[in-house]
């Protein structure tokens, strides 16, 4: 299993990036996926996930009507597009994967999950 984010960059307050995972050694559909992020000195925290079976998402509360997920089966790449970015968004994002199908495990934070991209940084300047 092979998580590789891309998308990540410094942009000002009020701007827009969108992060990129492409997966291998496994297909989606076989597998729960979801984003994370850690902010310097902060606990690692759940963003955003998708059940792929029925395209059912979750959001946190802090990126809810801003952020918004999505995933290409067929290219095995799961999206994260951020919008009205804050400086309160900066942090290091992460791509993860667990071998439980059809979940949406985010809520129940980082141990729910097996395999972890390495991370793409975002910066949000005000």
């Known amino acids: 299993v092979q998580l590789v984010e891309s998308g990540g960059g410094l942009v000002q307050a009020g701007g827009s990036l969108r992060l990129s995972c492409a997966a291998s050694?496994?297909?989606?559909?076989?597998?729960?996926i979801g984003w994370f992020r850690q902010a310097p000195g902060k606990e690692r925290e759940g963003v955003s996930c998708?059940?792929?079976?029925?395209?059912?998402?979750y959001y946190a509360d802090s990126v809810k009507a801003r952020f918004v997920i999505s995933s290409n089966s067929a290219k095995n790449t799961l999206y994260l597009q951020m919008n009205s970015l804050k400086p309160e968004d900066t942090a290091v994002y992460y791509c993860a994967a667990d071998p439980r199908p059809y979940g949406c495990y985010v809520a129940q934070g980082a141990k729910s999950y097996d395999y972890w991209g390495q991370g793409t940084q975002v910066t949000v300047s005000s």
């Open positions: 050694g496994f297909t989606f559909d076989d597998y729960a």
């Open positions: 998708i059940n792929v079976s029925d395209g059912s998402t």
